[in-house]
């Protein structure tokens, strides 16, 4: 977290992030490429990215910007390869140590009407459970269709909901 002019985050900073959000997994890609392309149930590609890719949250840009990537990722690998089921999904506010980081040290780099939003989601009780969402990732993994192909979409979206537990 940190505004784009806080001197404290570095252009370095922001690479290492794309580094850890982008370019792991181009590199990722580049090797399974061949592996998935021979998959007799097809392969798929199921990218974890962030209603942040189409939000502007102060505080967040590298974080903004790497998740814009992604799913700018996930559209180009649909075109460039056909025959590989490719989406990005958002999974909302997981349960997870970002929300506890985002509650604890959130209110140095964020406006206070987006920080409330985060805490108030773990004050009522709506963080979304890590298994849910994983869930739903595992069931796009087996059986996203090729019609989902290139999009992003949120976990809890109607696309989402055939693979949701029954």
């Known amino acids: 977290m940190g505004r784009i002019d806080d001197p404290a985050v570095s252009i370095d900073a922001w690479k290492q992030h794309f580094d850890v959000n982008v370019f792991s997994l181009l590199g990722t890609l580049q090797l399974a490429l061949p592996d998935l392309r021979m998959s007799k149930n097809g392969g798929r590609v199921v990218f974890i990215s962030s209603g942040a890719a189409t939000g502007s ?26 025959s590989i089921i490719s989406v990005a999904i958002a999974p909302g506010k997981v349960d997870t140590n970002m929300q506890t980081r985002l509650r604890n040290e959130g209110a140095a780099h964020m406006d206070e009407a987006d920080l409330k939003i985060f805490v108030d989601a773990y004050q009522q009780g709506t963080l979304v459970k890590p298994d849910d969402v994983g869930f739903v990732i595992a069931a796009l ?8 192909s290139g999009t992003f979409f949120r976990w809890d979206s109607p696309e989402c909901k055939p693979f949701h537990r029954a």
């Open 141 to 148: 993994s087996l059986r996203a269709p090729q019609t989902l």
């Open 57 to 82: 949250t102060p505080g967040w840009g590298a974080y903004n910007a790497g998740k814009a990537a992604v799913n700018s990722l996930a559209r180009t690998l649909a075109r460039e390869e056909p």
